[in-house]
């Protein structure tokens, strides 16, 4: 039975080998920044600066690998609105604190 909506759900999901590499990536990414912390070699500042970076690209690993978001021809509305979505999210949030803050401040005077 043919359905006009029907379509290839394989091509929606990653292979083994994509998840096995995106968990690998993912691995190495927390080993890191761990072992920064436990060893002391780094100071305060840069142990902090590499934890933030490596956060940032453990983020695009787990986009990529495990949510499959990708700007391709049929990615591109996912992308698009996971994007918007972490925009308002970021606003809200970042706008909650500048208020909560600058009420401290004013109350403290």
Do not use: C
Request: aromatic share 12%; hydrophobic share 55%.
């Amino acid at each position: 039975m043919s359905n006009a909506h029907s379509h290839d759900h394989a091509a929606d999901h990653g292979s083994v080998k994509s998840y096995g590499i995106g968990f690998l990536l993912s691995v190495i990414l927390t080993v890191i920044p761990f072992w920064m912390v436990m060893s002391g070699k780094f100071s305060s500042h840069d142990t902090l600066i590499g934890i933030v970076g490596f956060a940032v690209v453990q983020i695009l690993v787990h986009l990529k690998y495990f949510l499959h978001l990708n700007f391709s021809e049929e990615g591109r509305l996912n992308s698009l609105t996971f994007l918007f979505t972490a925009l308002i999210i970021v606003m809200i949030i970042g706008l909650s604190v500048w208020i909560i803050f600058s009420a401290d401040a004013l109350m403290m005077r």
